[in-house]
């Protein structure tokens, strides 16, 4: 028996592919006998080529069958014989046409509802039944559906109208209200968004300045967990932000390892890999709601203040200040107020995002969904030392390789998300509440489970964005006194899409620079726009992530990202751990990057052929200038990191106070050669907090 076609069919109604097949397909020759899953296509020894023997005596045949998994369908087609059926390639040919014919990839779209007539429930419940179903289980799940709906038709808006995006900043030319705006800023800060966004003021309040934090939701509630590793935790602390006894508070578990593995059912046995084994990543889960309140105490403590359920209306900006228009949303009423800066924080939802990128707001997305368990999983299930960190249960799924991720929280708690990469297309912006249906349907598949067993804390969803950055400079993340942070940055890791991970990661970097910014006053889009996180490596491994997209309305075959994702992370799972643990900490070098992808290369050698079908020549030409600053910013880190940072800190001290606006320039190239550096294992074994945070009080009070 051997197989000879492998096919997705992009709906989740098996039935009626199933009935196409008995009933309208023409396969065009042979004998079709119906069976419960499909047919079997059969023809007498006596009509076989050349009369050929039939080996073990079976008769030729060909079996197609489908069956369903990941709420999608899949066929293959297996032949019983040595020798190829008659007429077996036109036969296969007209089966896999009259498919993609008949079942096209189809991307459904919310429907348009009108809350004031029905609730958010009755709206989706015909369209979405199962999401309807668990979110009426959960706390505040009307409130978080139309969150969720919300959040998706604000995307869609921003990928359908990239050129012309709602105008939301002004400059100059100001309206009339602003005369009524104080003749002087009323804060240093303003912040637009209090999730990431809540961490960055907590810092600069600290550092002295007055903070407003403006956020659209009840601050300290959100509708996603966070996970992060020790290491990276300790920059909070080195900042002098939270003390360790404070942290340690507001960690709900700290797993022993995580895993990652792909589907390889369907992979040649080259093509398998074993698990690999991340122990000292993302192994520590935050309590978010107690973090976002320990955050806003501080910012509160500092002088600061936080508006929530307020929504960002427009910036209107002139040379000494930006005054923004805000509505308190259960009052409706819309005030003003005034800052030296605005920082946007708002993720993927920001429309000033959009409206600084127009056609190139974001490359890429990872619709995001999943939901806090409290319990209801049989013990046997899940061992809540462990974590899963990148895990997928199947080939392709209507056009998306579906990922999950697990990690243990408190208790029996349990996060577990869905997600997929996906390129920003109009025609197929992604869907979290399609996301959310696959979810709930698909989830005991993933984890043996009965879902109307499990006890529901809160959902978690949103869009997690990336930019395919071909140098420095080439995204605005800026504007006179208006700078951009987090996922409204596209701050994120390639792999692992952590944006929370990557902020952290460059909170130093980010938070040193704005200090000095303000310091002298250089808050022009110049000066701003170079107060970013970009990291040649991190751009170079998007190719990675670029790779598990499956390009909209294209077919391919459903093992290919299983196939691609096994082959790199079999070399990783074969290579000392630390390797690993810096390529998805975004500290991967030069030399390990390219001794990886020759390995990659050689392993695999149609891996070359598959990412030129998925990324196409246009892509690949912009990787390839990623790949060439790559080297050139290897050259120029290895020939000014050994003394470059040791100088400025020399001569800061008349530097800075005469040449504020080089110093800035100069610090902005000491964090750009330093950030990204591959950690050996003792480097994090051997922390003293205490020590750390001794000196980056002393740096940032500089």
């Not at 909209?552 to 799972?573: C, D, E, V």
Request: with cysteine.
């Amino acid at each position: 028996m051997k197989e000879i076609l492998y096919l997705e069919v992009p709906t989740p109604d098996t039935a009626t592919v199933r009935s196409w097949l008995q009933v309208d397909f023409d396969p065009g020759y042979g004998e079709k006998r119906l069976t419960p899953e499909g047919f079997r296509l059969r023809v007498s020894a006596e009509t076989t080529t050349a009369g050929a023997a039939i080996s073990e005596n079976l008769p030729t045949e060909l079996s197609v069958f489908v069956w369903s998994v990941q709420r999608t369908t899949y066929l293959k087609a297996f032949r019983w014989a040595d020798r190829p059926f008659p007429q077996e390639g036109q036969i296969l040919h007209r089966l896999t046409i009259g498919i993609k014919s008949r079942f096209p990839h189809h991307y459904p779209e919310p429907p348009a509802i009108d809350l004031t007539q029905q609730t958010i429930f009755e709206a989706l419940e015909p369209y979405y039944p199962l999401t309807v179903k668990y979110f009426q289980k959960m706390p505040n799940g009307e409130y978080d559906l139309k969150r969720a709906y919300w959040w998706e038709q604000r995307w869609r808006e921003g990928v359908r109208n990239p050129q012309q995006p709602r105008q939301v900043v002004f400059g100059k030319d100001i309206n009339e209200e602003k005369a009524l705006a104080p003749s002087s800023p009323t804060y240093d800060i303003i912040y637009l968004g209090g999730a990431l966004g809540a961490i960055h003021a907590a810092v600069m309040a600290k550092l002295g300045y007055k903070v407003l934090l403006v956020e659209r939701m009840p601050f300290g509630r959100m509708n996603r967990e966070w996970n992060i590793s020790r290491d990276e935790l300790q920059s909070l602390v080195n900042l002098g932000l939270v003390t360790t006894s404070e942290l340690e508070t507001v960690i709900a578990r700290e797993y022993k390892d995580g895993f990652n593995k792909f589907f390889d059912a369907n992979n040649p046995p080259k093509l398998r890999s074993p698990v690999l084994h991340t122990p000292t990543v993302l192994n520590l889960a935050l309590d978010s709601d107690k973090w976002l309140k320990m955050c806003g105490q501080k910012v509160r403590a500092a002088g600061g203040e936080i508006w929530d359920e307020t929504e960002f209306l427009r910036a209107d900006i002139d040379e000494s200040q930006v005054v923004i228009t805000v509505k308190h949303l259960p009052s409706q009423n819309e005030k003003q107020v005034t800052g030296r800066l605005l920082v946007d924080a708002m993720g993927t939802a920001s429309p000033i995002a959009w409206q600084l990128n127009g056609g190139r707001a974001f490359d890429s997305v990872c619709p995001t969904v999943g939901a806090v368990i409290d319990r209801g999983f049989e013990p046997e299930v899940w061992d809540s030392q462990y974590g899963d960190v990148l895990y997928s249960h199947g080939d392709i799924s209507r056009g998306r390789q579906l990922i999950w991720e697990l990690f243990p929280g408190a208790g029996e708690e349990l996060t577990i998300y869905l997600f997929h990469y996906h390129e920003v297309n109009p025609e197929n912006p992604g869907s979290l509440l399609e996301m959310y249906e696959d979810f709930f349907t698909i989830l005991p598949e993933y984890r043996r489970c009965d879902v109307d067993k499990l006890v529901w804390k809160k959902p978690t969803f949103g869009y997690i964005p990336g930019h395919f950055s071909v140098g420095s400079s080439d995204r605005k993340v800026a504007f006179d006194r208006l700078i951009a942070i987090g996922d409204a940055a596209s701050l994120q890791s390639p792999l692992v899409f952590t944006g929370f991970g990557s902020l952290v990661r460059n909170l130093e970097r980010l938070t040193k620079l704005l200090d000095t910014a303000l310091k002298h006053d250089l808050l022009s889009f110049r000066h701003l726009n170079k107060i970013r996180a970009y990291q040649s490596n991190v751009s170079v491994t998007w190719l990675f992530s670029k790779g598990m997209m499956v390009p909209t309305g294209k077919f391919l075959p459903p093992q290919r990202i299983n196939a691609m994702l096994n082959t790199f992370f079999g070399l990783l799972a074969d290579e000392p751990p630390e390797v690993a643990d810096n390529f998805i900490k975004d500290r991967c070098d030069w030399l390990t990057f390219n001794r990886l992808a020759i390995k990659a290369a050689r392993k695999n050698p149609a891996l070359l052929l598959w990412i030129w079908e998925l990324a196409g020549p246009r892509d690949l030409g912009r990787w390839l200038g990623n790949y060439v600053n790559f080297g050139r910013h290897a050259l120029v880190s290895a020939v000014l990191s050994g003394w470059f940072p040791h100088f400025l800190r020399k001569t800061a001290p008349w530097l800075e106070t005469r040449y504020p606006a080089l110093w800035l320039r100069l610090l902005t190239i000491s964090y750009a050669i330093t950030i990204g550096k591959p950690r050996s294992p003792n480097q994090v074994a051997n922390v003293n907090p205490e020590a750390i945070i001794q000196k980056s009080k002393a740096r940032i009070l500089n």
